[in-house]
């Protein structure tokens, strides 16, 4: 009976220009961040990432203080919080490893390591692709699932590569002898960055998901 009388209401519609504006923020930092793995610019491009985190938190906010004053909204109102923290989970990493990359003051990357920068990147890129579909998501509902099945396979690859690149840093640092602590140190630094760049790719899926979880309460 709720959702009958959901569907003849009049909804909040606004929700789907702010999911749309903060994909597109993911879709910008995921490219920033596979510019600066890639040596391009890497001060600019950790500034622009912590800039387009911040206006993705704004709007976040924005979404959850609509949740609260809307009467009533295209689906659940959990399934609109979820999705959303979701999508700032994903750039939130993104800055995380920003920070990462300037405490240790990093300015080279593995060659895995900007694998994995690419991945990101489609996965943003997938994301952005399935976040409009959600305004009619009984009509696109097939391409919805398909888009979160892409995701699934780039997060396996993602960890396909996580795990090479941890295999290649121990087999040129992990080693003992002369200037040990100095190998072990970028054992650790290169583990941590391999380990949040999974991270970032992880928080993708658990977008998807949140999509799958929609299409089938709405179709």
Request: charged residues 30%; glycine residues 6%; hydrophobic residues 45%.
């Amino acid at each position: 009976m709720m959702s009958l009388f959901r569907k003849l209401m009049p909804r909040e519609d606004r929700f789907f220009d702010m999911f749309a504006a903060h994909s597109r923020l993911v879709v910008e930092a995921a490219g920033a961040l596979s510019d600066l793995l890639n040596g391009i610019e890497l001060e600019k491009n950790c500034a622009r990432i912590v800039s387009l985190e911040d206006q993705a938190d704004a709007i976040t906010r924005d979404v959850l203080l609509a949740v609260r004053r809307s009467f009533i909204t295209p689906f659940d109102r959990s399934d609109i919080q979820d999705l959303i923290q979701s999508m700032d989970d994903a750039i939130d990493m993104m800055h995380k490893t920003v920070k990462t990359i300037r405490l240790f003051e990093q300015t080279a990357f593995d060659p895995v390591m900007r694998e994995m920068g690419g991945e990101i990147v489609k996965a943003a890129n997938l994301i952005a692709e399935a976040i409009p579909l959600l305004d009619k998501v009984g009509a696109n509902a097939q391409r919805l699932s398909a888009i979160a099945e892409d995701v699934t396979r780039v997060e396996g690859r993602s960890d396909e590569l996580h795990e090479q690149g941890l295999k290649d840093l121990f087999r040129r640092h992990g080693s003992s002898g002369n200037g040990a602590s100095g190998n072990a140190m970028a054992y650790l630094i290169g583990s941590e960055i391999y380990g949040e760049l999974e991270k970032v790719v992880d928080r993708f899926e658990d977008v998807a998901d949140e999509i799958s979880g929609i299409v089938i309460e709405n179709v």
